[in-house]
């Protein structure tokens, strides 16, 4: 069984940085897809962005791009989501995601997901 354990939220100030670490236990790691998603109250869980297994590809939603970097050590069981110049709108509850897919094309195709981690940036 697959378990997912994040870490390394907080509350920052706006502009400030974060470095969330989800680490992988059991499974297969370096043959998964891993993405983070977040919620923030009230709110669907987003798509935040995701890494190929082989760490070439990466990918981003719209609203974090230039500012958030997904990497992942996969002899470390460990995808990192490094956050940079983190805005209010950025406070959620950051969850990781693991699929077997080479692609998923949406949240249902993740197999395990981790507990979240709490980010709050206050202005």
């Known amino acids: 069984q697959v378990q997912l354990v994040e870490s390394g939220g907080g509350l920052v100030q706006a502009g400030g940085s974060l470095r969330l670490s989800c680490a992988a236990s059991?499974?297969?790691?370096?043959?998964?897809?891993m993405a983070w998603y977040r919620q923030a109250p009230g709110k669907k869980r987003e798509f935040v962005g995701a890494?190929?297994?082989?760490?070439?590809?990466?990918y981003y939603a719209d609203s974090v791009k230039g500012r958030f970097t997904i990497s992942r050590v996969n002899a470390k069981n460990t995808v990192f989501l490094q956050m940079n110049t983190l805005k209010p709108d950025d406070t959620a509850v950051y969850y990781c995601?693991?699929?077997?897919?080479?692609?998923?094309?949406?949240?249902?195709?993740?197999?395990?997901w981790g507990q979240g981690t709490q980010v709050t940036v206050s202005s």
């Open positions: 995601a693991a699929s077997r897919s080479t692609f998923p094309a949406s949240s249902s195709e993740y197999f395990t």
């Open positions: 890494i190929s297994w082989n760490n070439i590809n990466t």
């Open positions: 059991g499974g297969t790691f370096d043959t998964y897809f």
